[in-house]
RNA sequence: GGGGUAGUAGGGUAGCCUGGUCCAUCCUAGAGCGUUUGGGACGCUUUGACGGCGGUUCGAAUCCGCCCUACCCCA
């Protein structure tokens, strides 16, 4: 009986699971006939526009939204030589109108700098104009090299979330970095998925970077995601670009920029973090469907059931509830399951006892059954989806704990990271260190700096050549 | 970057070496009819495929070539 639970692989195998669910659960089909492009279901995208919603709402607090040419010049793209040799084995290029060869090629962007910037060189004259904060929500195009994994590492990523601000000075932009990162965390804290931010190595900076704060999260398996950036840009492409202004002396002076970047990388930790077994649990705040409402319809109750199962839904989307009425000609239990695999928060059952009762039976997505009041159904939700949130949220917490430890030795940091934890350890930041720990143990430096309610830093001796050090995160990558 | 392995209906598989079905097969798959419905219902009827392009051949899922895509392992 137990073997014929439904076919999704057990969540402990999570690279079976993660490629069964995205289209169990009807997030992405991934038959889609190009490498590394992939097709969002309809579901899918809903899950992505609450997402997009919350980002959009952090972002329109002080930044306005824009949105630039998919096509890059190629004079244009090659100027900042640092930001090129980034990209350049990465860049899909437009070479043709029709069958007429182009005099200048065209670059599909990989990221927007060199689109943005030309047009920031116009529009930036007075010191008055700054800070500019901008941002937009754009496909771009990489030709990924290693293995495409969807929502993770795409050819094409369709939902990139790219910001970038231009201020009067390099402290106000370093300021701007902690805003965003600020930002960020809120956004990810709505969506119950623990990070740790921290400073990258100078080797793995953007190009053309200052330096380079980003956010990863711990997967099931142990491996670390990465699902934000924040770049100090310093003057490296306002000198590039010409981006000046006129400060209060009249003197031409440099600006200091930062750019930004979330994907649909949100998107796969979301799932990753949060499903189970029976597929997807999505927080409340992301869920297409908060509430789904089965009226169980036995013998002559039909109609009374379905009216007010009818009356329920009716009365939860006049309180602002995402909710929908599941009437399918399918037994109850069938369709338990099949909203369970989709993540739906609170299932809502409503049948002939529960109606002479008065009540309806709720039941979390995170396990747990309770009956609720009919007359004070809508407070009763809120406060039933609130407890959801909390307990999604404990339980992320709960995983990235766990796979967390500090560790004082090379063997030690070995026997973490088979153990597929993320550790902690002193390093004394030269690169030859940094590669010594990265070779022997077949991971990666994170960064520095870390900053998060899960690891507490410390200051020691570093783990290769004993010299000072701070405290450094190594992990296994995706 | 370097190796593997594979692609057959919505999903999962057999067949391929040794070319020749008018019937491949299983399913939580599609369509239809009926009986059902408080944790994955059942009966009957029925639809549907050999990743793409080219080649060899009287005849190709099967042999050959190129391409595309996917998964796994190692830098």
Known sequence: MDDDTGTLPQKGDFSAWYNDILWRAEIMDVRYP???????????????????????????????????PLLIPEQEFMKEAEHIKGFEDEVYWVTHGGTTPLEVKLALRPTSETAIYPMYA??????????????????TFRYETKQTRPLIRLREITSFMESHTVHATWDDAEAQVEYELALTSEFYNALCIPIIISKRPDWDKFPGADYTMAVDSIMPNGKTLQIGTVHHLGE????????TFEDKNGEQKFASQTCYGISERCIAALI?????????????????????????????????????AEKLKNDLIAAGFRVKIDTRDMRPGAKYYWWELRGVPLRLELGPRDLDAGKVMAVKRTGEKTQIELATVTAEVTRVLAEITGAIRARAEEHTNSHLCTVASMDALDAALNEGKVAVVSWCQQKGCGDVIEEKTNASILGTNARSQYVSATEGACIVCG?????????RTY
Do not use: C
């Open 34 to 68: 190009v490498k590394g492009l992939y097709v969002w279901y309809p579901y899918g995208f809903a899950i992505r526009k609450h997402v997009y919603a919350l980002l959009r709402n952090l972002l329109d607090r002080d930044h306005e939204e824009t949105l630039f």
């Open 122 to 139: 116009l529009w930036l004259r007075s010191h008055a104009d700054l800070p500019m904060k901008y941002y937009q929500i754009v496909n």
């Open 236 to 243: 490296h492409f306002s000198k590039t670009f010409s981006i």
């Open 272 to 308: 990753s973090m949060h499903g189970d077994d029976k597929g997807l649990i999505l927080p409340p705040i992301a869920a297409p469907v908060q509430a789904v409402i089965v009226p169980i319809t036995i013998g002559k109750r039909h109609a009374d059931v379905l009216a007010a």
């Open 467 to 475: 010299k000072p050090g701070k405290a450094t995160l190594v992990g």
